[in-house]
């Protein structure tokens, strides 16, 4: 999976490449097709947004589908770690859908006897 920032208008944490790669490369473990993510970081100068002004954008691309999670918070990696959660929440429903839940056990089975 290949990860790709976009900085607009912010100064990032030193770590925070660091924190985000490590999150997003834990998403293999569901079995979606993913390529590329894109993780866009956006401060807002405007004083008023105050607990909000760092706004963080993931989106992913690839042959699985296209999610996307948005979340805005008082810094960057809090606003990261807000998305995260809504981007693991679709990747995993998406999972769960494609998992096959055909529960046939041997009890169920039709027996088929040949003589």
Known sequence: MKIVFHVRHADLAEDFKEIAEEKLLSMDRFSVVIDRVEVEIMHEANPRQGKHSHRVAITSHGSGPLMRA?????????????AIKNFELQIRKHHERSKSHNRETLRHKEVIVTD
């Open 70 to 82: 948005e979340a805005a918070e008082f810094n960057d990696v809090a606003a990261f770690d807000g």
